[in-house]
């Protein structure tokens, strides 16, 4: 089983549509998580933290079920500027230890 | 300003060559990263180095060997080049042990 698990997709969804990914991770003691964006011939670039409680930036919203080691990012009112991959990031026990990165799932916006 | 900048940005060369990819981030940060982009898109750890000792050496060739002069920089050599070290070789940096990583803007390569 990989680390962390994304659905690859591609989502392919009208401007204003909501959506939803969805990451699942193996190490139960991973200790932080985050979704990053990585445009194409880009680098990565953080999205979002993740945090126990949910937490919502704009129209992005992001949970953590600790419990099913499940992470979810949540996109209202899609816009065609979000098109892009969405990579879902773990930190699998702390310390100076890598960050894992799923990978991703591809998203296109279309008019 | 840029905070994490690697060189070269493009570099195409043959096999069996020798090549450097250097990494510089003025962010102060204590650890940083090379991680390798394959043509599937997925990112993995190659190395990382903590104020100028390596702390993670993944399951790499040892054709590769990074080399940290200062916690600023971060360079990859990679001796012998192969076809299949074709990819993208994205360095980072994070300030500590739960924050997230930035990243550089990537250096492709492409062995022919």
């Known amino acids: 089983r990989k680390e962390v698990e994304q659905d690859p997709g591609p989502f392919n969804v009208p401007e204003g549509a909501t959506v939803a990914f969805n990451c699942t991770y193996s190490?139960?003691?991973?200790?932080?998580f985050f979704w990053y964006r990585q445009d194409c011939r880009k680098e990565p670039k953080l999205l979002m933290s993740?945090?126990?409680s949910g937490n919502e930036d704009g129209r992005f919203t992001a949970q953590l079920n600790r419990a099913s080691q499940y992470i979810s990012l949540l996109i209202r009112d899609s816009k065609l500027s979000d098109s892009a991959t969405y990579l879902c990031?773990?930190?699998?026990?702390?310390?100076?230890?890598?960050?894992?990165f799923g990978a991703g799932t591809r998203l296109a916006v279309h008019p | 300003d840029t905070a994490v900048s690697q060189t070269p940005k493009y570099l195409v060369t043959q096999m069996g060559n020798d090549k450097s990819i250097k990494c510089e981030q003025n962010?102060?940060?204590?650890?940083m990263y090379w991680y390798k982009q394959d043509s599937k898109k997925f990112l993995k750890i190659m190395f990382s180095?903590?104020?100028?000792?390596?702390?993670i050496n993944e399951t790499v060739p040892n054709r590769f060997s990074p080399k940290s002069p200062d916690k600023a920089h971060l360079n990859l050599h990679i001796n012998s080049l192969e076809l299949g070290d074709s990819a993208v070789y994205f360095c980072?940096?994070?300030?500590?042990?739960?924050?997230?990583?930035?990243f550089g803007e990537g250096s492709w390569l492409t062995v022919v």
């Open positions: 980072a940096s994070r300030p500590g042990t739960l924050d997230t990583i930035y």
């Open positions: 190490n139960s003691a991973s200790q932080s």
């Open positions: 993740v945090y126990s």
């Open positions: 990031v773990v930190n699998p026990s702390g310390g100076y230890n890598k960050l894992i």
């Open positions: 962010l102060g940060h204590d650890t």
């Open positions: 180095y903590n104020n100028k000792e390596l702390i």
